[in-house]
Each structure stands twice: as C-alpha cells, then as structure tokens.
C-alpha cells in the first residue's frame, strides 16, 4: 500500500501530511550539515603534521593493516549480501510468484542500501582514525588540551558520519518507497552488516590482544607497546577495526532499527501522519544536539579527559530535551506524552551510563576492590570481576524495564497501539545522542593507539603519561558506550516485537486466520519459542569466544616462533615481522565470523518454520532478555577487568611486575574478548534477529508446520 493510501485510510484527511515532504527535507539538509561539519573536522585533524619518523611509519603500518582487514572482510560480507539480496528477491516480502515483483525490487534497494551505508561510515571512519592516532601521540608531547580535541575530533568524524548515514538513508527509503515494511529490508541490511563488522572486528583486536598481553607482559615482562613484540601492531590494527568499524556498524544499526520499528508502528496509528513527523523532527533534533555537543567538547591544559567527554554528553542531553520540548509545543498534532516516553528513554541512557562509570572507572571504589583481589592471585581476579558484572547488570535491566513501562503507560491513553509506539520513541529518545556517543567511543581506540606509538616512538615518560592518561578516560568512555548501546538494543528490540506483530498480524489477516493479541507463555509453542531465544545468545557468545581462543593461540605460537628464530629480537636489535601477526589475526577473524552470525539467523528461521509467528513471538522474548544480560555481564566485566589491570599498572597494589599486576593480566587476558568481542555484538545478534523475523512473518504464516 502506498504512502498516501496508508495516511488517508489511517487520518481520513492528508492536511497533515503536506508538512511531512519538509521533514524529509530538513532530514536530508541536517544529514548534509552533519557530513560537513565531519569534513571540516577531517580537515582540521588532517592539518596537524608528524614530525617524528618511527611514529609516522608505524601509523601507517597500523593504517595498511587496518585497510587490509577492511578490505578482505568487505569482500567477503559483499559475498553473503549478494547471496542475501537474491533470497529477499525472491521472497520477501512475499514470495515473488504471487506477483509484487516490485516490492521485491524494493526491498532488496533498501537491504543493499543499507549495508552499503553502514560499510561507507565504517570505511571513512577508520581512515579518519589512523590519520589522528600519530597526530594524538605527538601533540600528547605538549600536554592534555591539544592532545584530547585530536583524539575526539577524530572520533567525531565517525560519529556525525553514522548518524548523518542513517538519517538520510532512512528519509531517502521512506520518501521513495512510502511503505515502513521497506525500512525493514534497510534496516536488515545495516543489522547484518554490522553484525559481521563487529564479530570480525572484535574477533582480530582480541586475537591481538589477548597474544600480545600473554607473552609480552606476563612471559617477558616488557611493557603493553614494546615494539619487539610481533603483535603490537595486530593490537593496534585491532581496535581500529573493533571499536571504530566495528561499534560504529553496531551503532548505525541500532538507530535505524529503532527509526523503522518507530515508523513501522507509526503507520498503523489514527494520527499517522503526527507520529510519523514526530520520528523524524525528534531524530533530526538529536543530531542537531550532537553537533552542539561536538563543537563544545574541550579540555583544560590540566583537565580531566573523563569529565570532558561526560560533561560533553550532558550538554548534548540538555540541547535535545530543550529542543525537542519547543517543537512539541509549537508544532501542531505532536503529543506531550510521546516527548515524555523519549525524553525517559534518554535520562534512562545517561543514568545507565552514570552506573557503567561506576562500575568501571579506575577512580570509582569497584575497580580498586578489584585490583585489590588480584594480589591473592588470578582466581581472585575473575570472581571478583565476574560478581561485579552481573551486579552492574542490574541497574541497566531495570533502567530498560522502567523506561519502557513508563513510554507504556504515559501515552497508552492516546489511543490504540500508541503505548508500544511510545515504547518505540523511548529507544528513539535514548539513541537521539548517538552521534555524541560514538564520538566518545571512536575517541577511545586513537588515543590507545597514540599511547602505543608514543612508546614506540620514544617521545618519553612524561609524553607517555599524558597519553594514558587519555586512554584511561577512553577505557571508562568505551565501557559506558557498550553498557548504552546494549541497553539503546533492548529498547529498540522491544519496539521490533511490536513491529513483528504488526507484521505478522497483517499476514494472518491475509490469511484468514486469529490474529495476535500477545503471548501467552502457557501457549507449548510461545514457551518452546522462549527456551529456544534464550539459548542463542550463549551459543552465539561461546561461538565468538572459541574463535578468539583458537586464533590467539595461533599467535601466540607465531610470536614464539619470532623470538626463537630471529636473532637479536629480544635484544632490540632486529625487527620483528608484523606482518604475518596482522595476517594471523585477519585470516582467523574472517573464518571464524560467518558461522556465527548464520547461527542466530538460522534459528530464528527453524523456529518459525516448526511453530510459526506465535513461537516466534516467544523466541524474541528469550532472545532480548537472555541476550540483554549476557551482553552487559560481558561487556561490563571486561571493562572493570581492563581498568583493574591499568589501576595497577599506574602504581598501585604493587604497580608493574607484582603478583597482582600478573593476575590483572589474566584478567583482563578474559575480559577483552567479554568486552570487546561478544558482549557488545550480542545487542546486533538479537536486533537482527528480531529484524529477520519481521521480515520473513508472512513466510512463516504460510509454511510453519504446526
């Protein structure tokens, strides 16, 4: 059904949508502001030079290593989209022999859009970090300020290109498809990307990492960035993948997929045209209050990197609230209660980001308890840890229950379907400072690498303090990311399984059949559905893991072999080869991606191909809920581990060297794959999962068995 069917079929009347072709003007005018502003920040980061050779020449060994990867990862997810492509043509949203070969053509436009999109922001983005890392280590010889605003502006650049990305891309597939089940094609295409993206990428970094920590720190005792060691630049390519590509893949695809389950619900609204405006003016604004944000953020000559980023953030907050409150009262048909559901989803954000800080920062007490627990030795160390993580899950969990419950309730009385429209705009709300976010996490990766080319480029002590300095406030900013993204995902999710109803419901009124009111988990088939999704996101996260296991290994005997084998390594006085280690970890990480993913896919479609949409119904209810606290036990244990180690590497329970600086190693040897691989990857897992059963609901109304 076309746009305008749906508006005038919904509002009787389409007075109110002669100012929706505006917003997708001012969509794409914002979204064109925002590449600007990204271009002039490149420029301006671009503009400072290198002066020192070694760091220039490892800058771009990282760069080549990183370009590589990119390269051989993209070739092969171009493999799986093209197999992808020709599956949607052929089926969804329904098969083509029943005649609507062009919604076909269309959906498979939005999916190949939508991984295109999200590979380009993921592309430029790590171009733009390798060119600030170098620029970061050697402005950190003149202190904090112009060392930090290079390092974030750089992250910056990912950030507004993500959001831009996904603010045009969403307005451009909408305006010319005018069907919201569209979107969801273009949203599959950036959640399957970024689902690979950020397995593959975390795959190498921790591959890297975990080698390089195990026999540099606790076998030889050298420092995190001795160049001897073989796996240094492979640690360093690593989280330009991971954390750049990677959680900027993760990102864009969760802000599309909170759009479109947003505008999917919308459509079914009496007021439809109303709600469908107030989702593009609200993320419109969002992006506004990133850029104001961006252009504020800057640190004193003897600041505190931690609080620049978070005051940053809160600046960003504050902008959206005053902004989206004006249009709300100025503009005609937008409901207060629907302000409200977005304004808590994104309070709910930011005090979801307050508790991960707590749990993770190197000043706060929890990290202190566990460096602490490390000097009796590595057993200590992983309890700890492992306790605290599932603690710190808990304020996230119930930051997500109360923040939908409220979206619920408030705008419940508007009329039927707005309540889980108002849960949709809660995650709108929450994810409306993603450009901000992902600046601050794009940050955390340049300023770890410039803390390894400062070391590696000899530029001294003091030079080296102040770069761990920033990368001690990119360590806590990165962790506070993953703990938002992951709950943004839970959001998001819960407003996908009011899509897939919608959806569903379509296909059995098609059909003939009852349709869906809810979910019944005394229903055999919803409970069989709840099991089944519970059980995804460990097998996934085991998946992820094991591949990090079986590759670091590989390394590990790699980096033995260097130092047996070439003469004066040990020593300083021959090189190592780096670039068998990159290759190490890039083969491993692209072997070890596909299966993965394809698993959490697979299963969503077996279980509705047994059961069908009811059992489906339930298998996201397990998914989400399952996957939501695995997710944050992972992410924030690993980062609580990270900083426990940098805690006792600045001095403390015995500083370098100590038996707790060894078992704050092996810590931290466990949680990088926790935090940097499978934790954060599970939110893409169940956003794309939720988005494969949408999409193929139709499919499982005709054929399920039962």
């Known amino acids: 059904m076309s746009f305008w069917r749906v508006l005038k079929s919904n ?19 914002t979204a064109v502001i925002a590449f600007l502003f990204a271009l002039y920040l490149y420029l301006w980061v671009k503009r400072e030079r290198v002066e020192n050779r070694r760091i220039e020449d490892v800058s771009r060994l990282i760069a080549e290593g990183a370009r ?3 390269r051989r990862e993209y070739r092969i997810l171009a493999i799986f989209a093209s197999v992808v492509a020709v599956i949607i043509f052929l089926l969804l949203p329904s098969p083509i022999w029943n005649g609507n070969i062009l919604d076909n053509i269309l959906m498979v436009i939005a999916y190949i859009a939508g991984t ?7 592309k430029i983005g790590i171009m733009v970090a390798t060119l600030s890392n170098g620029r970061t280590a050697e402005k950190a010889q003149h202190g904090l300020k112009d060392a930090f605003l290079i390092g974030f502006r750089g992250g910056a650049v990912m950030g507004l290109l993500v959001v831009g990305c996904s603010l045009f891309g969403v307005a451009a597939v909408l305006m010319v498809a005018g069907d919201p089940t569209i979107l969801l094609g273009f949203s599959f295409g950036a959640s399957s990307l970024a689902l690979f993206a950020k397995a593959g990428g975390g795959i190498f970094t ?11 720190k606790v076998e030889l005792g050298i420092a995190e960035d001795d160049p001897r060691n073989p796996a240094v630049i492979a640690d360093n390519v690593g989280d330009n993948v991971g954390d750049v590509a990677g959680m900027g893949a993760d990102l864009f695809d969760s802000n599309v997929a909170a759009m479109a389950s947003s505008l999917v619900i919308a459509f079914s609204l009496s007021d439809a045209a109303s709600a469908i405006e107030m989702v593009f003016c609200y993320s419109i604004l969002g992006l506004i209050a990133s850029m104001i944000g961006i252009a504020t953020a800057k640190v004193g000559k003897d600041g505190n990197p931690t609080r620049a980023l978070n005051s940053s953030t809160y600046v960003t907050t504050a902008v959206y609230l005053v902004l989206t409150a004006a249009a709300t009262a100025l503009l005609e048909g937008f409901s207060w209660r629907i302000w409200i559901a977005a304004a808590t989803g994104l309070l709910v954000g930011v005090v979801i980001g307050i508790t991960t800080d707590y749990f993770t920062d190197d000043t706060k007490p929890i990290v202190k308890r566990v460096a602490k627990a490390s000097a009796t030795g590595p057993a200590f160390t992983i309890l700890s840890g492992i306790s605290y993580g599932f603690i710190s899950a808990i304020p996230a969990m119930a930051g997500i229950a109360i923040s939908a419950l409220v979206a619920y309730l408030v705008c419940d009385p508007i009329g039927p379907g707005y309540a889980i429209f108002g849960i949709a705009m809660s995650a709108v709300g929450m994810l409306s400072i993603v450009g901000m976010i992902i600046s601050n996490d794009a940050y955390g990766p340049i300023v770890d690498n410039a803390r390894g080319l400062a070391e590696m480029g000899g530029l001294g002590e003091e030079t080296i303090r102040v770069a761990d300095e920033l990368d001690s406030a990119g360590n806590t900013v990165k962790a506070v990311t993953k703990g938002f993204s992951i709950s943004a995902a839970g959001l998001t999710v819960i407003s996908l399984l009011g ?16 349709l869906i009111a809810g979910f019944d988990i005394m229903d055999p088939k919803v409970f069989f559905g709840i099991l089944t999704g519970a059980s995804v996101p460990a097998l996934f996260s085991a998946m992820l893991i094991l591949g990090v296991d079986r ?3 590989r390394m590990v005997s790699e980096i033995h072999r260097q130092f047996n084998s070439i003469i004066g390594l040990k020593e300083g006085n021959a090189e190592p080869d780096y670039g068998t280690c990159i290759d190490i970890a890039t083969t491993g990480a692209l072997k070890e991606l596909i299966p993965a993913g394809l698993a959490a896919i697979g299963a969503t479609i077996i279980v509705g191909f047994i059961a069908g949409p009811s059992a489906i119904g339930g298998f996201l209810l397990g998914n989400i809920v399952s996957g939501l606290l695995i997710a944050l036990l992972m992410s924030n244990a690993g980062g609580l581990w990270d900083n426990s180690k940098k805690y006792v590497e600045a001095g403390n329970e015995g500083g370098k060297g100590s038996d707790a600086h060894k078992s704050a190693v ?3 040897t466990v949680g990088d794959p926790f935090k940097d691989t499978a934790g954060p990857s599970i939110n893409t897992q169940i956003t794309v999962v939720s988005l494969t059963a949408s999409l193929c609901s139709a499919l499982f109304v005709a054929f399920s068995i039962f």
């Open 11 to 29: 509002c009787g009347t389409v007075s109110m949508s002669v100012s929706l072709p505006v917003f997708y003007s001012l969509s794409f005018l």
């Open 68 to 70: 590589t990867f990119m």
């Open 116 to 122: 295109v999109l999200s590979a380009i922001a993921g």
């Open 206 to 216: 921790k591959t890297a990492d975990v080698a390089a920590d195990l026999t540099g």
């Open 499 to 514: 899509a897939f109803m919608s959806e569903a419901n379509a296909a059995l009124e098609a059909a003939g059949l009852p």
């Open 551 to 553: 590759n670091a290994e």
């Open 666 to 668: 092996i810590g931290d």
